[in-house]
């Protein structure tokens, strides 16, 4: 009986020793949910992305804009309408397009700027290199980026 008590003694000390080595260092993006948004309003809108880490992968992205009152841009029929005949495109799609490019990725790829949306496109990458940054540091804080007024 006292050899299985000194045993499990030992058997506790090497379990709570054992614990007590340096944590393995994190390499790439962290699992878990995170966002970068632009510090201010652009023509109405503040444009942000979210993604998800799973696995150190990027497994969903939303890129988009909202307005003061929470109003999604991509779903803006009047503003697509406006805007599609001018530039070629409209935010449903190149929303969509630039999301397509991050999902999928384990670190800050190559984004092709898509012509009619070289704007967004150039803030897109912002928010990307910033939502990278958090997931990288497994930080689920906000991340802002400093908006660039354009001329209207």
């Known amino acids: 009986m006292k050899k299985w008590k000194i045993a499990g003694v030992c ?3 090497v379990l709570m020793l054992g614990g007590c ?3 393995p260092v994190q390499t790439g993006m962290q699992d878990g949910s995170y966002t970068a948004q ?3 309003y652009s023509f109405g809108w503040k444009e942000y992305v979210t993604i998800t880490v799973k696995n150190g992968v990027i497994v969903t992205t939303e890129y988009n804009a909202e307005n003061a009152s929470g109003f999604i841009k991509s779903w803006d029929n009047a503003y697509m309408n406006n805007m599609k005949p001018v530039s070629g495109t409209y935010p449903n799609e190149y929303t969509r397009y630039y999301a397509g490019q991050l999902t999928g990725q384990s670190d800050v790829p190559q984004i092709e700027v898509m012509s009619g949306a070289t704007s967004s496109g150039n803030n897109f990458q912002r928010l990307v290199q910033a939502v990278v940054e958090r997931a990288l540091e497994g930080d689920s804080t906000i991340a ?3 908006t660039i007024q354009e001329a209207e």
Request: no cysteine; proline share 0%.
């Open 144 to 146: 802002v980026v400093e």
């Open 38 to 40: 632009m510090s201010d």
């Open 21 to 23: 080595g340096e944590a």
């Open 11 to 13: 058997l506790m000390m």
